[in-house]
Antibody
């Protein structure tokens, strides 16, 4: 069974960089797309971007200038970096396996809350 | 910028049927947007119920069905149960790899 686990600092200062890791177990990251999605407190879901199995990326145009999604430093890890954060970036951040039009987001992590505050 | 629209809230009685919709602020939703529906219960991660307009994900009961109704995507839930009380989000594939979530519909089971 594929499992995803997000990890990283729960508190980031304004103007700093948010960095999260998604560790995939029970399967390989190869052969799939992987998305990051966030949810501000009490709000809806927002797609941040994805990483393909070939290493290419695509991002939400509203975040594109600040986002980087890449393969993590360890096997079966993905990373998310969001720069120049503000309080508006406070959210639960999810990673998900993304089957796109052929399956939607079929596996999700439990999410991790990141608070932007001084 | 195109906005994906959903009803903010809906109430339904147990045993009833509800149809939630997903539209565009400009234009019509068609199968070419591959509408996807996700369910999120409070405090939980979402899960995909329906993808590519009307294909149920593994393990999703056939009480849940997707379709195109007029110029919108639709999620119909029949035989409503108490644990169907959740937030429902549609996702549209806008081309170029971009995915856009709707604002979500909060479904209350009375």
């Amino acid at each position: 069974q594929v499992q995803l686990q997000e990890s990283g600092p729960g508190l980031v200062k304004p103007s700093g960089t948010l960095s999260l890791t998604c560790t995939v177990s029970g399967g390989s990251i190869s052969g799939y797309y992987w998305s990051w999605i966030r949810q501000s407190p009490g709000k809806g879901l927002e797609w941040i971007g994805f990483l393909t199995d070939s290493g290419s990326t695509d991002y939400n145009p509203s975040l594109k200038s600040r986002v980087t999604i890449s393969v993590g430093t360890s096997k079966n890890q993905l990373s998310l970096r969001l720069s120049s954060v503000t309080t508006a970036d406070t959210a639960v951040y999810y990673c998900a396996r993304d089957q796109g039009r052929w399956g939607g987001f079929d596996y999700w992590g439990q999410g991790t809350l990141v608070t932007v505050s001084s | 910028q195109t906005v994906v629209t959903q009803e903010p809230s809906f109430s339904v009685s147990p045993g009833g049927t509800v149809t939630l919709t997903c539209g565009l602020s400009s234009g019509s939703v068609s199968t070419t947007y591959y509408p996807t529906w996700c369910q999120q219960t409070p405090g939980q991660a979402p899960r995909t119920l329906i993808y590519s307009t009307n294909t149920r994900s593994s393990g999703v009961p056939d009480r849940f069905s997707g379709s195109i109704l007029g110029n919108k995507a639709a999620l119909t839930i029949t035989g409503i149960q108490a644990d169907d009380e959740s937030d429902y989000y549609c996702v549209l594939y806008m081309g170029g790899g971009i995915r856009v979530f709707g604002g979500g519909t909060k479904l209350t089971v009375l």
